[in-house]
Nanobody
């Protein structure tokens, strides 16, 4: 079965940076997308970013407005790992961050937000202190 594991979370100061990692195993088809979501206490799950394979060796990235300009999603194919670099972190970024994956290729930000991702990690806590 497909298994996703997040790492790299923790406590960071207001304005600081953090890099999250998501390692995926058990996939037989590399075509599709991976994404990051987050859920703060008492709030709904929120889309953060996604990276989708559109052609061989080529990916496209999508970002939520809340993190656009201060986050970067990337992928290391050799390590089967997706990364999320978060900069300029704010207390409102505090949440459990979840890694997700799906077989469908994503072509727009709205599609990335609304897609029903098939596979999910257990989540990892990110806390930004003020």
């Amino acid at each position: 079965q497909v298994h996703l594991v997040e790492s790299g979370g923790g406590l960071v100061q207001d304005g600081g940076s953090l890099r999250l990692s998501c390692t995926i195993s058990g996939r037989t088809d590399s075509s599709g997308a991976m994404a990051w979501f987050r859920q703060a206490p008492g709030k709904e799950r929120e889309f953060v970013t996604a990276i989708s394979w559109v052609t061989w060796g080529t990916t496209t990235t999508y970002y939520a407005d809340s993190v656009k300009g201060r986050s970067t999603v990337s992928r290391d194919s050799a390590k089967n790992t997706m990364y999320l670099q978060l900069d300029g972190l704010r207390p409102e970024d505090t949440a459990v961050y979840y890694c997700a994956a799906d077989n469908e290729v994503l072509y727009t930000t709205d599609q990335a937000k609304g897609a029903l991702y098939t596979y999910w990690g257990q989540g990892i806590q990110v806390t930004v202190s003020s």
